[in-house]
């Protein structure tokens, strides 16, 4: 006689930063035992059957020694992770008849089994939870104050399959959901890397801790260019401290992004603060910009989203992984495109960037330069112009004085400077952005209004070749994020305009060897 049973559970999988529902069909009929996963699995899903069953057997359950196929629906969506072995196992046993269809009613679960049944934590919880509609989600004790982030589920904390269905079978009461907004109880991998650090701590570069503030006040890009042990890193360390904290959305997002890589959430759960990321000169393109071929990971430049990319030694960096950056850097997005699927990550942040004049890291103005006219050439060679342009501000760090460092009186601390930043950036909210980098070129004329000699000043640099259409434009944000830090009203008056323009100088690596 023909026996078959079909279950479904819900549960989810994860593309990119995005979470995907899933439906976990369960087939068991007669025929020779054989267990088929279908509907698109990567290797960690198909390697589940193997995980299920060592889990089940583990925990003193019953195999069924039948022909079974699991299906994830829909069929056209790529599964990837062993998120989907919980959910797996659960509907085997409904269709086994280990457990009533009616027990797992309005439930959806996520979860990797042990061979020992063990249920452990997944990458990406946030997401995946985000993407489910069952009023209950059960997942591993450790990631479920990650799951009850969002708060609108309520979680159910596991730590084996066995206590799985004796719940499920009445047998036992679940644990406590974890309250919203409770984090794992881990320090943030890069996050707010600047808090803590006061800025009083950077003695004689004035120039330099101008521009840190300007950059912080209206989300400008950052290129500091000076020997090594002039304090490039220092300033730029800094700047997450005077950043206020994220806005709910965007904090939120970056919350997804961190989960969906596997970094580590801080304390309070939600990501709130500005992230700080400093990736390694040798990183790869997939490494800062994301991607992957089996798996869409999220790159640093969106682990940096609402924060700061620093990227120290940028002379090092390839040439190519640097030309990647100009697209996000305008849009704020990064694309990618494969074969089976296409995604979409957030990457809006702030790009601060430290450089050597030249290999030797000398450069020509002492005198001193060791390398040869070609190994400069190469070296300027890495930033293109198109790159360089990108920068609203450009600043050459010199060596500070020996008595500044040794006898002179501390800088201005952290404090009052991020309170001036948090008084720009109010400015700004009230044109309807967030940051003045961000204001159109259309909307410049109401918000940025030049007086008669600034528009002069500004006419003489476009004729003679010095300032681009693009440049012009940065130069009148720049300008209105000075104006805003010195409440100088609406009008931006030439002032702001040579203050700008002389934060904007023409430093890059090949003026700075030249």
Known sequence: MFWSVISAIPSATLLGVEGRPVSIEVHVANGLPTFNVVGMPDPAVRESRDRVRAALVSSGMPWPMKRVTVNLAPGGVRKGGPGLDLPIAVAL????????AECAEGMAFLGELGLDGSVRPVTGVVPMVGAMVSPEVVVARACAREAALLGRHRVRPVGSIAEVVACLRGEQ?????????????????GGGGGRGLDLADVRGQPVGRTAVEVCAAGG???????PPGAGKTMLARRLPGLLPALPAE?????????????VALPGGGLVEQPPFRAPHHGAS???????????????????????????DELGEFPA???DALRQPLEEGVVRLSRARSNVELPARFLLVAATNPCPCGRGAADGQCRCSPAARARYRRRLSPPLLDRFDLRVIVSRPDPGMLLAGPPGEST??????VAQARARAAARGVRCNAELPAARLDEVAPLTPAAITLLEFKLRNGTLSGRGLHRVRRVARTLADLAGD??????????????????????????
């Open 250 to 262: 965007v904090a939120l997002e970056a919350t997804n992004i961190h989960s969906a890589a596997g």
């Open 220 to 226: 400008h890009h950052l290129l500091l260019c000076g």
């Open 285 to 311: 393109m997939v490494a800062l910009i994301g991607g992957g071929s089996a798996w869409m990971r999220p790159g640093e430049i969106s682990l940096a989203h609402g924060g700061v990319l620093f990227l």
């Open 320 to 322: 190519t992984v640097l």
């Open 489 to 514: 009203g609406e009008v931006v008056s030439e002032e702001h305009v040579c203050l700008a323009l002389g934060l904007r100088g023409d430093v890059g690596v090949e003026e700075a060897a030249a």
């Open 93 to 100: 046993l409904i269709a086994a008849g280990e457990l009533s």
């Open 173 to 189: 009461p679940w644990d406590a959901s974890p309250g919203r907004g409770v984090g794992c109880g881990a320090a943030a991998v």
């Open 415 to 420: 404090a009052p400077v991020a309170a001036r």
